[in-house]
């Protein structure tokens, strides 16, 4: 999962990635609003 599209309308997929990069949902929003949904572009951004 670590490299596919962050689907922002699963709440699973908003779960796994708030754990992995131990950010609020808030965070990972923001930063997929900054970069795109990319799971490696967001957990470059957020680290």
């Known amino acids: 999962m670590d490299f596919d599209p962050i689907d922002v309308n699963n709440p699973e997929a908003i779960d796994y990635w ?3 990069l131990t950010c609020s949902k808030e965070e990972l929003l ?3 609003n900054i970069c795109g949904n990319s799971g490696a572009e967001v957990e470059a951004y957020l680290r």
């Open 18 to 20: 708030c754990k992995k």
């Open 30 to 32: 923001d930063a997929i």
